[in-house]
């Protein structure tokens, strides 16, 4: 399985941008890049997704390296409900599971 | 719209002691249903996959069984409890591969005592 190299933990204040980094430098070429997101004692909920072209949603934005070996999502103003566990995850060509690592734990200061 | 049922949210159980969790998807057809794991502290565990009826793919070894005896519902099992079972289950589903998006129930603590 390709994997994924996060920080442990990360804080940011609220109401700021916050960037979370991603290091998957054994990332194959159609393998997408998910992110996801735990809140204590909830399962994990879909954040953001995308191959090769930075991705925006409502949640969050994604950007991904022009050599696919790093991504960074960004929350452009965390929240106090932000805090969770944030999980970036290789999703390999025709592989029926995503292997989550341990993540990274954000937490929002007010 | 689509939804994931998972019971209990809570489970306590002595060890040898069997255990069945259910976990159901409405509003959907044919979902590839997973079971994960997560320990304490923990990243998320892959135990089980299932991609149709019948047909069940197992990650990893353990004294836990799983069942798809309908569409969409999915079943966790043991026969006897151990103590290292303990730990937090997730039920997810989603509807394909590659690009297609994990949706996970709300879990069950389960605590081996």
């Known amino acids: 399985d390709a994997k994924t190299t996060q920080p442990n933990s990360m804080e940011s204040n609220e109401e700021e941008p916050v960037h979370l980094p991603c290091n998957h430098s054994?990332?194959?070429?159609?393998?997408?890049i998910h992110w996801y997101r735990q809140l204590p004692s909830q399962g994990p909920e879909y954040v953001i997704h995308g191959l090769t072209s930075n991705v925006n949603n409502r949640m969050a934005s994604l950007a991904i390296a022009e050599d696919r070996k790093s991504s960074t999502l960004i929350l452009h103003r965390a929240t106090l409900r932000d805090a969770a566990v944030y999980y970036c995850?290789?999703?390999?060509?025709?592989?029926?599971?995503?292997?989550f690592g341990t993540g990274t734990r954000l937490t929002v200061i007010p | 719209s689509q939804t994931i049922h998972q019971w209990p949210a809570t489970l306590v159980q002595p060890v040898g002691s069997p255990l069945s969790l259910e976990c159901t998807v409405e509003?959907?057809?044919?979902?590839?249903l997973y079971w994960y794991r997560q320990a304490a502290g923990r990243g998320l565990q892959l135990l089980f996959y299932s991609v149709g009826i019948g047909q069940i793919s197992s990650e990893v070894p353990q004294n836990l069984s799983a069942s798809r005896p309908q569409d969409r519902q999915f079943i966790l099992s043991s026969k006897k409890l151990l103590l290292s079972d303990s730990g937090f289950y997730l039920c997810?589903?989603?509807?394909?591969?590659?690009?297609?998006?994990?949706?996970f129930g709300s879990g069950t603590q389960l605590s081996v005592l």
């Open positions: 509003g959907t057809s044919n979902p590839n």
């Open positions: 054994t990332i194959s070429g159609t393998d997408y």
């Open positions: 995850i290789l999703r390999e060509t025709g592989a029926n599971n995503l292997f």
């Open positions: 997810a589903w989603s509807m394909g591969f590659r690009d297609e998006k994990l949706f």
